[in-house]
């Protein structure tokens, strides 16, 4: 930075009464002009001992060592000052200007900002010529310094690092030459800034730009250092405070090179005597399995294991090992973290005996219920045949001329039949579906009288009970269609003799729709609603189950073996449909049931 002529001093002396500039008059004419430019480079070298200082003893605060940086650049800079050299007799020039702005944009604006206002308090301290040049020419390069900082971490960057600090260090330098036409105070403006602008442009820039990549460079390796030390220092934290036992193994040859805590007090041996043995003196597999999967893991084909580990106390346990390679003292070696599974093993071999065990006994269920259900479903005629033998008696008993009381009787024998009948065809008929033996006929049939049929058993039990039972019929029900008629009525007789069964004053409703038709199938609704003592919410999820009834009370008042839904649903759901309810207690209950039948054919069967 140029600070004015010797000459120039003197008056400038007489002007603001204050002694030319110090070391004017000492470096004029002695010093080469190559050995002051070799010494102003040699302090400004000196910059990167400054930077290395400040992280090697402020790493980790990086606020104090922008302030301590910053004060070492500026006693650089007074140094700098204080030790100008000339280009030509007179004409004095030091190289603040690129201190300040390769301090700025490599150490930051704190940094760069201190040196400043310390070079700027120097220089003006020294007074002499060029004073306002000077300072003007610190504060010039403050700011160049901190606009090229940007441009080199923001989109600027695109110009390239080297092309970006030869731009700056232009600049620098032009703008330092703008600055020395304040000479112009003294009317040496126009005279000194042709003298120096050539060798300005020719030396500052390069140095400028050498010592920025220099400090750029330097910084970048410490921070990378910097980086590598705090991350080796959490893996180091991770590695020996971990409750998991961890090793550091070499791929090729098994050697354990290190170990934390947790894993000797696993094993059960120092952490010395296991940097001394080989993986191999722990595993239980053969050298080839144990180099394979080794190889395995540092080619990450795999990175789970499942290994039996001796103990140091001659115990053997399941371990769980996770591995992949890292890098480790200049070396590719693998990380292996160890989980004790002996005890979840254990659990896990006792779950698959207990497994094996019920699947055994559940098979042996299945097989003795199947042999019940077939048992059952075979000799279902054999059962029947004597029922419906006496039953016929019955009725011949019942025709013929017996005295009151032996009528009574009789027609109590016939009630009990009938019902142990009915009780005997469900259960049969709930064996044969659990046996998968359950046939279902495909005739036409009248849809009409086979509803009028399921409810035609019941009427005479209503009418003891002074229940009105009626049927409405949609008039867009299919005259014929082809199904199971029996399975029909036996639908509609289970819900009607329910609800007969439970409902003691009030009327019970059949209610049948045709709810789609299309294609070959069409699908009709019937509902069944009564005024009984309807059905607890908490109820209905298992209304529908096997030998379940609403309330255990229910069995004992109105009898009943629990089967009649079960097997209604079942029935339903064979014929394409579903059975559903609706009740509220004391109010009724409504089982609606869709089935799938197919329109017959004008004339008679399909």
């Known amino acids: 930075s140029c600070d004015g002529m010797r000459?120039?001093?003197?008056?400038?002396?007489?002007?603001?009464?204050?002694?030319?500039?110090?070391?004017?008059?000492?470096?004029?004419?002695?010093p080469h002009p190559l050995y002051a430019l070799a010494g102003n480079a040699g302090l400004l070298l000196a910059l990167g001992l400054v930077y290395e200082t400040g992280y090697m003893l402020l790493s980790r605060k990086e606020r104090l060592r922008s302030v301590f940086t910053g004060l070492l650049t500026g006693v650089i800079g007074m140094f700098i000052m204080s030790v100008p050299f000339a280009i030509k007799p007179g004409l004095f020039y030091d190289t603040r200007s690129i201190l300040i702005s390769v301090s700025t944009l490599v150490f930051g604006p704190v940094s760069g900002g201190i040196a400043a206002v310390m070079t700027a308090v120097w220089r003006l301290s020294t007074g002499g010529v060029g004073v306002v040049a000077g300072?003007?020419?610190?504060?010039?390069?403050?700011?160049?310094?901190?606009?090229?900082?940007?441009?080199?971490?923001?989109?600027?960057?695109?110009?390239?690092?080297?092309?970006?600090?030869?731009?700056?260090?232009v600049s620098v330098h032009l703008l330092m030459l703008a600055c020395s036409w304040f000479l112009m105070l003294d009317g040496s403006g126009p005279e000194t800034v042709p003298k120096i602008a050539l060798a300005v442009l020719v030396i500052y820039p390069p140095s400028s730009t050498l010592l920025s990549l220099l400090l750029l460079r330097q910084k970048e390796r410490n921070e990378s250092l910097l980086g590598m030390l705090e991350v080796e220092s959490r893996y180091r934290?991770?590695?020996?405070?971990?409750?998991?036992?961890?090793?550091?193994?070499?791929?090729?040859?098994?050697?354990?090179?290190d170990t934390n805590p947790a894993a000797t007090a696993f094993y059960g041996w120092s952490r010395e005597v296991m940097r001394t043995m080989r993986i191999s003196e722990i595993n239980q597999l053969s050298a080839e399995e144990l180099e394979h999967e080794l190889q395995q893991a540092i080619r990450m084909k795999r990175n789970h294991f499942h290994f039996r580990h001796h103990l140091a106390n001659g115990e053997v346990?399941?371990?769980?090992?996770?591995?992949?390679?890292?890098?480790?003292?200049?070396?590719?070696?693998?990380?292996?973290?160890?989980?004790?599974?002996?005890?979840?093993?254990?659990?896990?071999?006792?779950?698959?005996?207990?497994?094996?065990?019920?699947?055994?006994?559940?098979?042996?269920?299945?097989?003795?219920?199947?042999?019940?259900?077939?048992?059952?479903?075979?000799?279902?005629?054999?059962?029947?045949?004597?029922?419906?033998?006496?039953?016929?008696?019955?009725?011949?008993?019942?025709?013929?001329?017996?005295?009151?009381?032996?009528?009574?009787?009789?027609g109590y024998i016939r009630a009990s039949t009938e019902l142990l009948l009915s009780v005997l065809n469900r259960v049969l008929d709930f064996s044969k579906m659990e046996a998968d033996r359950m046939t279902y006929d495909r005739i036409a049939f009248p849809l009409q009288q086979a509803i009028e049929a399921g409810m035609a058993a019941h009427m005479a039990k209503a009418k003891e009970k002074g229940i009105a039972l009626t049927m409405r019929l949609a008039e867009n029900l299919p005259q014929t269609v082809v199904g199971d008629p029996l399975r029909l009525r036996q639908i509609i007789g289970n819900l009607v003799d329910n609800a007969v069964k439970f409902t003691e004053t009030?009327?019970?409703?059949?209610?049948?729709?045709?709810?789609?038709?299309?294609?070959?199938?069409?699908?009709?609704?019937?509902?069944?609603?009564?005024?009984?003592?309807?059905?607890?919410?908490?109820?209905?999820?298992?209304?529908?189950?096997?030998?379940?009834?609403?309330?255990?009370?229910?069995?004992?008042?109105?009898?009943?073996?629990?089967?009649?839904?079960?097997?209604?649903?079942?029935?339903?759901?064979?014929?394409?449909?579903?059975?559903?309810?609706q009740s509220r207690p004391g109010v009724g209950s409504a089982f609606s049931f869709t089935v799938r039948f197919e329109p017959a054919e004008e004339g008679g069967a399909a």
């Open 506 to 581: 009030g009327e019970i409703k059949l209610e049948a729709a045709m709810e789609t038709s299309g294609g070959n199938s069409g699908q009709i609704r019937i509902t069944v609603r009564d005024t009984g003592i309807g059905i607890e919410e908490g109820h209905l999820a298992h209304i529908f189950e096997p030998f379940t009834q609403a309330d255990p009370s229910v069995t004992r008042r109105y009898g009943g073996t629990g089967l009649g839904l079960a097997l209604c649903r079942r029935l339903v759901r064979d014929m394409g449909g579903d059975l559903t309810v």
């Open 237 to 257: 934290s991770l590695f020996e405070n971990n409750h998991a036992a961890m090793m550091i193994l070499d791929p090729h040859d098994g050697t354990i090179l």
């Open 7 to 30: 000459q120039m001093g003197y008056t400038l002396h007489d002007r603001f009464h204050k002694p030319p500039h110090r070391g004017v008059e000492e470096n004029c004419m002695d």
């Open 135 to 169: 300072i003007a020419t610190i504060l010039v390069s403050f700011l160049l310094g901190l606009v090229w900082r940007r441009s080199l971490l923001h989109p600027l960057g695109w110009l390239g690092r080297t092309p970006s600090l030869v731009g700056m260090g």
């Open 317 to 410: 346990h399941h371990v769980e090992v996770f591995s992949g390679p890292i890098q480790w003292g200049g070396r590719e070696v693998l990380y292996s973290i160890i989980h004790d599974i002996t005890a979840r093993r254990l659990v896990e071999e006792q779950l698959a005996r207990m497994h094996t065990d019920l699947g055994i006994a559940l098979e042996k269920a299945q097989e003795a219920n199947l042999a019940k259900n077939r048992f059952l479903a075979n000799i279902s005629h054999e059962i029947r045949t004597p029922i419906n033998g006496i039953l016929g008696f019955v009725q011949l008993l019942e025709r013929s001329e017996l005295p009151p009381e032996q009528r009574t009787h009789v």
